[in-house]
């Protein structure tokens, strides 16, 4: 397993992206909406790991709710796995606390599934399997 990318919730893509582009001397990823998550995301490649700009698309969404209570700033730490649901078992296992118990479609056509910051020292974390045979 290894970090696969870092979350950052931003009010407005459009806004953040040129920033982090010039910063960081990279192109993001065409902007992609992600409806179960109701957010509009881009990716920065910054070697491995990425970095990605979640913008809230909705008031419902878990980026607005969170840029609601703390701002602009890392949602999430996402770790690469070659097989989530053998990953979901072995977390319900160790007693992890998780939001999603089911593997579901997230951005990039990956299959995600986040643990409860509780379980992660106060730090939400996401389990991604790639559809591109990367581990």
């Known amino acids: 397993m290894e970090m696969d990318h870092l979350g950052i919730a931003v009010r407005k893509l459009d806004n953040a992206l040129p920033i982090w582009e010039r910063a960081l001397a990279t192109r993001g990823s065409p902007p992609e909406v992600v409806e179960s998550q109701r957010v509009r995301v881009s990716f920065l490649s910054v070697g491995e790991p990425h970095m990605e700009l979640l913008e809230p698309i909705s008031p419902e969404s878990p980026i607005a ?3 609601e209570k ?6 999430h730490v996402a770790m690469r796995v070659p097989d989530l649901a053998v990953k979901l078992e072995e977390l319900r296992a160790a007693q992890v606390r ?13 299959l995600v599934a986040f643990a409860h910051p509780s379980s992660f020292g106060g730090v939400l974390t996401e389990f991604v ?4 045979g990367k581990e």
Do not use: S
Request: charged share 40%; glycine share 16%; hydrophobic share 25%.
């Open 98 to 110: 998780l939001i999603d118990e089911v593997p579901r479609k997230g951005a990039r056509g990956r």
């Open 70 to 75: 703390r701002g602009e700033g890392i949602h």
């Open 65 to 67: 709710r969170f840029l």
């Open 129 to 132: 399997q790639p559809t591109d």
